[in-house]
């Protein structure tokens, strides 16, 4: 819990839940979505969510692009993004030489620069896990709490936009 002055509560702001911190959903999260094809889906959606509420274990460099992909996402659904993520995976193919193509985020806002929020309506620690697992209660309704902490997310960062 780097940045954390209090036991039991995470850099994002959060109290820790049943599972701990969020770095603990998270990498449960990971875990679980290994063996989960349909869970794996939102897998851009978490990794982004959870980068930028924790932006200390981000990259800087990449930030600003997983800031763009979480609004494109909120804003255009799932399936458009996951066409935009096997678009990217074609080009980065090491025969085709293409590189990444920003194209499909770049009429989205770039990150705020300066300070990062330290709340969010929702976070990782609030998500349930029942019986080992974090789609107990099936993928669609997994789906929307992901979807509702990647709002979270871009709700906390808009308001540090000049």
């Known amino acids: 819990m780097p940045d954390s002055p209090l036991i039991g509560q995470c850099d994002c702001g959060a109290t820790a839940g049943p599972l701990g911190v969020c770095a603990d959903y998270y990498h449960a999260i990971l ?3 290994q063996a989960d094809p349909e869970m794996y889906r939102w ?12 932006p200390s274990r981000g990259h800087e460099k ?3 692009s997983q800031f763009r992909y979480l609004q494109f996402y909120v804003d255009k659904g799932l399936d458009a993004l996951l066409r935009v993520a096997a678009h990217q995976v074609a080009r980065n ?12 985020v770049a009429t989205y806002a770039p ?14 620690c609030e998500l349930p896990c029942s019986d080992g697992s974090f789609v107990s209660d099936g993928h669609l309704a997994y789906g929307r709490r992901i979807e509702t902490i990647a709002e979270a997310t871009l709700e906390a960062w808009r308001p540090l936009q000049a």
Do not use: I, K, W
């Open 31 to 33: 875990a679980e979505e």
């Open 43 to 54: 897998h851009a959606p978490v990794v982004c969510a959870y980068l930028l509420q924790h």
């Open 62 to 64: 990449y930030l600003d």
């Open 93 to 104: 193919n090491h025969r085709a030489r293409s590189g990444y193509d920003m194209t499909p």
């Open 111 to 124: 990150l705020p620069l300066g300070r990062t929020p330290r709340h969010f309506r929702a976070t990782f």
